[in-house]
């Protein structure tokens, strides 16, 4: 017996014999095997920083890109500077 009979049973409500189906919505092959018919080209990226490195800024830019940096670490990117 598996859970789903032994739930049933439980309850005391008859077991369906199949769970109800699920329809899944089909892919339409035209749209997925189109290759784009433009070409976008970058032009920009991203600039290099050129604002002055504070110990702030070291702690903003170590917030944004990881979890709770504590004073050590804000300090030791603060010293390393930009490379």
């Not at 014999?17 to 990226?45: D, M, R």
């Not at 600039?47 to 490195?53: A, F, V």
Request: hydrophobic share 35%.
């Amino acid at each position: 017996m598996n859970w789903r009979n032994s739930i049933f049973a439980l309850l005391g409500q008859k077991v369906s014999p199949t769970p109800p189906s699920v329809s899944i919505p089909k892919i339409n092959e035209k749209l997925v095997n189109q290759k784009a018919k433009t070409t976008v080209v970058v032009t920009s990226g991203l600039e290099p920083y050129t604002g002055q490195w504070t110990f702030q800024c070291a702690g903003h830019l170590l917030r944004r890109t990881s979890f709770g940096p504590d004073y050590n670490q804000i300090k030791a990117a603060f010293t390393a500077g930009l490379k």
